[in-house]
């Protein structure tokens, strides 16, 4: 290989591994004009597992403004409780 095919070859890696960084960010950021996440959405939002989501709720982390019951589950406000869980982890 040419020295010019080699830093070809390594900028397409180097593009391949920010398109999937890219990709892992959108997959993990909020939509603007969505105000409630589900728990998944949520947790993975934050690095957490959806079982230390669960803790957090039910032992009184979050405000009441920041959860709400939504059929058998519950929903979690993209800003309110973004804050709350920055509080938690300071």
Same mark, same amino acid.
């Given at each position: 290989?040419?020295?010019?095919?080699?830093?070809?070859?390594?900028?397409?890696?180097?593009?391949?591994?920010?398109? +999937? #960084?890219?990709?892992?960010?959108?997959?993990? &950021?909020?939509? !603007?004009?969505?105000?409630?996440?589900?728990? /998944?959405?949520?947790?993975?939002?934050?690095?957490? +597992? #959806?079982?230390?989501?669960?803790?957090?709720? &039910?032992?009184? !982390?979050?405000?009441?403004?920041?959860?709400? /019951?939504?059929?058998?589950?519950?929903?979690?406000?993209?800003?309110?409780?973004?804050?709350?869980?920055?509080?938690?982890?300071?």
């Amino acid at each position: 290989m040419t020295s010019l095919e080699l830093r070809l070859e390594h900028f397409m890696a180097e593009v391949k591994q920010l398109t +999937s #960084t890219v990709e892992q960010l959108v997959a993990t &950021t909020p939509q !603007r004009n969505k105000r409630w996440l589900q728990p /998944k959405e949520f947790a993975q939002l934050l690095g957490i +597992s #959806t079982r230390t989501l669960a803790m957090w709720r &039910t032992d009184g !982390r979050f405000r009441p403004i920041s959860v709400r /019951k939504q059929g058998r589950g519950y929903q979690f406000h993209a800003d309110w409780a973004l804050a709350d869980a920055q509080e938690v982890s300071q």
